[in-house]
């Protein structure tokens, strides 16, 4: 009986923890005038993004590059969003990361 509790507690535990996955953020907006570029992912509520800082600054400094900018740097912090709940909260997020263009 001590086995199987310990056995329920351990796939529960695994089921609540959620998946680790790599989110790469796409360009979803900006401003070629102020020089900020938007890049965005969704992640489900069981999820835990991990997201691939590297792969998001190359695509802000190729959206930058083509709007006639040097370079590109994360202007810092990102914006969570809810896209859709239940009863038991949110259950699919919606995060916005702001790159600054530069000279």
Known sequence: MLLRTASIA??????????AVTK??????GSKA????HLSYEYG????????????????????QAW???DADAFGGAVEQCQQS???G????????TYQCMD
């Open 68 to 70: 006639g900018y040097d």
């Open 86 to 88: 239940n009863q038991y």
């Open 90 to 97: 949110c259950t699919r997020y919606f995060v916005t990361m």
């Open 10 to 19: 351990v796939i529960l535990s695994v089921f609540f923890s959620g998946c």
């Open 24 to 29: 790469v953020p796409q360009p979803t907006g």
């Open 45 to 64: 509520s069981f999820e835990q993004p991990t997201v691939d800082e590297e792969a998001a600054l190359r695509k802000a400094q190729q959206r930058c």
């Open 34 to 37: 102020d020089g900020t570029v």
